[in-house]
């Protein structure tokens, strides 16, 4: 699986939209982004995921460049409860993706 | 619907003692994972269960076994605890949809201390 590279820390003004970066240089043709987020100590949280084509659910916005070797997670409208560790993810898509967890990106919204 | 259920919550061992970790999900996923997560550290992967009779290695399998009991549940056996196995144990399940579409989905952990 790839690696990726992500800031250790950013923070973020409550209402304004949270921008998180991720480089993935060697990310493979079948391999996917993926994004977690960990909640204070609690287990990890699926976001979203995507291949080449932008994508968008109830959560967050996930922008992939074209050449694939970076992305950024957007939460619209960051709220204090968006406060967490988020992980990016380059993974093949299998029936058992082996997920490989890096350090993250610790995101602090201040009021 | 629980979700993935994992037993105990808390535990305190002494160095040499061993123990099971439980770890159930009622989602019929076929697979399963195993992760510790070290403080201030991102989660690693110990084991984990493709389907019910396989089960792999992951990042960090050394001082860990592992049984995948039925399609429900996956066990983490420590034989012979050390203080370096000090961590929070997190379980996950995975069922692969469609596009790509294959999230984990976590329990709420087992906090292990080994003195």
């Known amino acids: 699986d790839a690696k990726t590279t992500q800031p250790p820390s950013m923070d973020c003004a409550e209402g304004r939209a949270a921008n998180l970066p991720c480089n993935h240089s060697t990310i493979s043709g079948n391999e996917y982004v993926y994004w977690y987020r960990q909640i204070h100590s609690q287990g990890p949280q699926y976001i979203i995921h995507g291949l080449k084509n932008n994508e968008t659910n109830e959560m967050a916005s996930l922008i992939i460049t074209e050449d694939r070797k970076s992305s950024t997670l957007i939460l619209p409208h960051a709220t204090l409860r968006d406060t967490a560790v988020y992980y990016c993810?380059?993974?093949?898509?299998?029936?058992?993706?082996?997920?490989?967890f890096g350090s993250g990106t610790r995101l602090s919204i201040r009021p | 619907n629980a979700g993935v259920t994992q037993t105990p919550k808390f535990q305190v061992l002494k160095t040499g003692q061993s123990m099971t970790l439980q770890c159930a999900q009622d989602?019929?996923?076929?697979?399963m994972y195993w992760y510790r997560q070290d403080p201030g550290m991102g989660l690693r992967l110990i084991y984990y269960s493709a389907s019910e009779g396989t089960t792999d290695k992951g990042e960090v399998p050394n001082g860990y076994n592992v049984s995948r009991l039925n399609k429900r549940e996956f066990s983490l056996r420590l034989e012979s605890a050390a203080p370096s196995q000090t961590s929070v144990y997190f379980c996950?399940?995975?069922?692969?949809?469609?596009?790509?579409?294959?999230?984990?989905?976590f329990g709420p952990g087992t906090r292990l201390t080994v003195l």
């Open positions: 989602m019929n996923h076929n697979s």
């Open positions: 996950a399940s995975s069922e692969a949809g469609l596009a790509g579409r294959n999230e984990q989905f």
């Open positions: 993810i380059a993974a093949k898509y299998s029936s058992a993706s082996k997920i490989i």
